[in-house]
């Protein structure tokens, strides 16, 4: 038997190294083939989509269920809870499906080319279910809840039921504010956490209102998003845009920018309370909430298209 020839023209020393380097070549190669990235699908767009939808509805009706927005800290929380909602739900999901949770952001995204217009209905229907799937968790958890109500006590011009007086009507003074505890739920009070038009103000205030918020909304997502690469601060700026609008406007409108945030309460309202329990104007105005984000998000595109894109500006 004789053993195969060694190549002595080459050093130990260097075959040695030979040997580890290839080694670890196929390591690499084989590491290469395993952690490749594989593109997300349609339908793992949408249940982010819906997925990020549910959280942000979910928090936004549920803080609405247990702050009204017009009693002591119920702008400030409102505003704080959809715009970190807002931050959270794009950092986590906005590399797998563009983070839209919105259906006028996804229209502007396809003005934009940077969503296929057939995958268009897809991702509405997966914003409207995680809404409507949000809303509706919300308001089983807020079902039972009591109503506590912080007012001025000089100015309470409505009579108490007599059924309140019956069952423990309780009143603590404080200063000139009074606390009541109706008999009705937290849910009612606050109609299933809806965004409304404001007693004090005209349907074309409400309608300006949600097209200008909506406007600047969608203007620093697409020049976050389209005309520059994302970066980790991305969320927190359109996050902070969020807060802003809801500052601003909130006392008009409630500051949707969103039909899902709008129609997901009217719906479960409509579903879990009762005929007596929904205001006069529960869906009288609800058209603004329409046609004011998608006006918005339009104008948003256009402007952008004009004068503020970087590669394909029609005005240079």
């Not at 970190?84 to 934009?112: Q, R, Y």
Request: one cysteine or more; glycine letters at 6%.
């Amino acid at each position: 038997m004789t053993l195969p020839q060694q190549n002595n023209a080459v050093p130990v020393g260097q075959r040695r190294k030979s040997f580890i380097s290839s080694i670890q070549g196929a390591m690499s190669m084989n590491s290469q083939k395993t952690s490749t990235v594989r593109p997300y699908n349609l339908i793992s767009r949408c249940y982010a989509e819906f997925l990020g939808t549910f959280i942000f509805i979910f928090s936004g009706t549920m803080q609405a269920n247990v702050y009204d927005i017009s009693q002591p800290v119920g702008l400030t929380h409102a505003a704080l809870t959809h715009g970190l909602a807002t931050i959270v739900v794009i950092a986590v999901f906005g590399k797998i499906s563009g983070g839209h949770f919105n259906p006028v952001v996804s229209w502007a995204m396809v003005l934009c080319q940077k969503l296929h217009p057939f995958e268009l209905p897809f991702y509405m229907f997966s914003q409207f279910f995680g809404g409507f799937a949000g809303n509706l968790l919300s308001a089983c958890l807020q079902r039972k809840r009591d109503f506590l109500n912080w007012e001025d006590y000089s100015s309470i011009r409505y009579p108490l039921p007599t059924a309140s007086i019956e069952y423990g009507y309780d009143k603590v003074h404080n200063s000139t504010l009074e606390k009541t505890i109706l008999l009705t739920t937290q849910l009612a009070a606050t109609t299933s956490g809806i965004t409304h038009l404001g007693e004090n103000h005209e349907w074309w205030e409400g309608l300006i209102s949600e097209t200008i918020t909506t406007y600047f909304f969608v203007t620093v997502i697409l020049m976050n998003v389209v005309n520059n690469e994302p970066s980790e601060a991305t969320p927190f700026i359109i996050g902070m845009m969020v807060i802003v609008n809801i500052f601003a406007t909130a006392s008009i409108t409630g500051t949707a920018m969103n039909p899902v945030r709008a129609l997901s309460p009217n719906i479960v309202g409509e579903i879990v309370l009762s005929s007596s329990s929904l205001p006069p104007n529960f869906w009288t105005y609800h058209y603004i909430y329409w046609a004011g984000p998608y006006l918005g998000s339009t104008i948003a595109v256009i402007g952008f298209k004009l004068l503020l894109s970087k590669t394909d500006r029609l005005i240079p």
